[in-house]
C-alpha cells in the first residue's frame, strides 16, 4: 500500500511559470515532509522540508503548502527556470519510522 | 567533504546469478539506508543500519537479499539469486545520529537490470 501519493507523474512549465506538485498521505503520525530533487545521473537531494505544525515554508523561489486537514501538502516553485528540470520526489516521516516517497514528477522547464 | 559513494554506476546480470552493491557513507554517519526505486515507482525502504547493527530491514522483498555493515564503515547488499523483479535503481543514504530527524544524503544509485 502506498504511503505517499504524488501527481501529477510528469509536468512541462514555461520558464517563468509557476510549476505545482501535490502529494496527499493517510498516515496522521507522519511529522516530517521533505521534497528532494534529483537529477539526471545524481542522486535526490534534499530540497526543502515541513513540520505539520505549520502551513507553508519558503525558502527562495520554492514554497512547501501543508493542509493538515486535507492531508496533503505541494511544492511551488515560483519563476521556474530550465535549471530547475529535474524529478521530484515528495516523501513523508516519523520518528523512529523509515521515510515513505511518492512515485516522482519529472519536470521540464520549457526555455 | 565527499558525498555518498556507490559502486557499480550500473550493472547488468543474467537471472539467476549473483551480484554485490557496495556504499561508501559519508564519513562519521552512523545511519545508513537501503533504497530501491523499480522505473516509475515510488523509492521504497529496504533496510537501516545504525552502525553495524540492523535497526530495521522491514523493507527487504525475501531472503534472497542480504545486506552487511561490517565495522560501521561500507555496507554491501548482496542480490542471490537475481531474478527480474530485482531490476531497478539500488539507492543507499546516510545521515548523523541524533535525536529527531536528521537530513539524509542520497548516493547515485547502482542501476541493476537482470536479464
Known amino acids: 500500500q502506498q504511503q505517499v501519493k504524488q501527481s501529477p507523474q510528469s509536468l512541462i512549465v514555461q520558464k517563468g511559470g509557476i510549476s505545482i506538485i501535490n502529494c496527499a498521505y493517510e498516515?496522521?503520525?507522519?511529522?516530517?515532509f521533505p521534497w528532494y530533487q534529483q537529477f539526471p545521473g545524481k542522486g535526490p537531494a534534499l530540497l526543502i522540508a515541513i513540520r505539520p505544525d505549520v502551513s507553508e515554508k519558503k525558502e527562495g523561489r520554492f514554497t512547501i503548502s501543508f493542509n493538515k486537514s486535507a492531508k496533503q501538502f505541494s511544492l511551488h516553485i515560483m519563476d521556474s527556470q530550465p535549471g530547475d528540470s529535474a524529478t521530484y520526489f515528495c516523501a513523508a516521516h516519523y520518528t523512529g519510522n523509515q521515510f515513505y516517497f511518492g512515485t516522482g514528477t519529472s519536470l521540464t522547464v520549457i526555455p | 567533504e565527499a558525498g555518498v559513494t556507490q559502486f557499480p554506476s550500473h550493472s547488468v546480470i543474467e537471472k539467476g546469478q549473483t551480484v554485490t552493491l557496495r556504499c561508501d557513507p559519508i564519513?562519521?554517519?552512523?545511519?545508513l539506508y537501503w533504497y530501491r526505486r523499480v522505473m516509475g515507482k515510488e523509492i521504497k525502504f529496504l533496510l537501516h543500519f545504525v552502525k553495524e547493527s540492523k535497526q530495521d530491514e522491514s523493507g527487504m522483498p525475501n531472503n534472497r537479499f542480504l545486506a552487511e555493515r561490517t565495522g560501521g564503515t561500507y555496507s554491501t547488499l548482496k542480490v542471490q539469486p537475481a531474478e527480474l523483479e530485482d531490476s531497478g535503481v539500488y539507492f543507499c543514504?546516510?545521515?548523523?545520529w541524533g535525536l529527531g530527524v536528521n537530513e539524509q544524503y542520497f548516493g547515485p544509485g547502482t542501476r541493476l537490470t537482470v536479464t
Open positions: 543514504a546516510s545521515s548523523q
Open positions: 564519513s562519521g554517519h552512523d545511519n
Open positions: 498516515n496522521t503520525a507522519f511529522d516530517y
